[in-house]
């Protein structure tokens, strides 16, 4: 069976950092583009960043700077590294495979 | 980058309802188009892909087409269940963006 758990978030000032794994079981994220997707309260949804087979990597313009996407292949897991968080970084964070399944989300809180 | 719009952004209809919602893409996407179903509280749910594929498990009376730069998701019959916020996205070029999203409530 194919999942998706998200794991890393939680409640961090504005300016701190934290790191986002999505643990994949049922298929290999080598074999898949990976894509993180984030949700602000009662907001729609917001494509963050991607990762390609072939390693190509892409984030959108309202995180490039202070976010990376990365895998690691031996753990068959996916990464978000998320620096400088601000206010408005305040979200659910999904881990998506190719166009789906997506992980339940996991909530990043920036707050003081 | 390109620009996904949805309309309606809310909609109420009935259960047996034929409801049909429209996603324009700012430039031509081929097929690259794809609907999710969120529920609240949920992870969003793939249904239609590459604009007109029905995922597996996804019942029949979703259905979408569309080519270029208009697509539509049509539910043919609708169930008290269809109650959802729906969403389109482009996956032809990073970023792969999402409309706004449609609100469909039951009456």
């Known amino acids: 069976e194919v999942q998706l758990v998200e794991s890393g978030g939680g409640l961090i000032q504005p300016g701190g950092s934290l790191r986002l794994s999505c643990a994949a079981s049922?298929?290999?994220?080598?074999?898949?583009?990976m894509s993180w997707v984030r949700q602000a309260p009662g907001k729609g949804l917001e494509w963050v960043a991607l990762?390609?087979?072939?390693?190509?990597?892409y984030i959108a313009d309202s995180v490039k700077g202070r976010f990376t996407i990365s895998r690691d292949n031996s753990k068959n897991t996916l990464y978000l590294q998320m620096n400088s968080l601000r206010a408005e970084d305040t979200a659910v964070y999904y881990c998506v495979r190719g166009t789906g399944p997506w992980g339940q989300g996991t909530l990043v809180t920036v707050s003081s | 980058d390109i620009q996904m719009t949805q309309s309606p952004s809310s909609l109420s209809a009935s259960v047996g309802d034929r409801v049909t919602i429209t996603c324009r893409a700012s430039?031509?996407?081929?097929?690259?188009l794809n609907w999710y179903q969120q529920k609240p509280g949920k992870a969003p749910n793939l249904l239609i892909y590459t604009a007109s594929s029905l995922q597996s498990g996804i019942p029949s009376r979703f259905s979408g087409s569309g080519s270029g730069t208009d697509f539509t998701l049509t539910i043919s019959s609708l169930q008290p269940e269809d109650s959802a916020t729906y969403y389109c996205?482009?996956?032809?070029?990073?970023?792969?963006?999402f409309g706004q999203g449609t609100k469909l409530e039951i009456k």
């Open positions: 430039q031509g996407i081929t097929s690259y």
């Open positions: 049922g298929f290999a994220v080598s074999s898949y583009y």
């Open positions: 990762v390609y087979t072939g390693g190509s990597t």
């Open positions: 996205q482009q996956s032809y070029s990073t970023p792969h963006t």
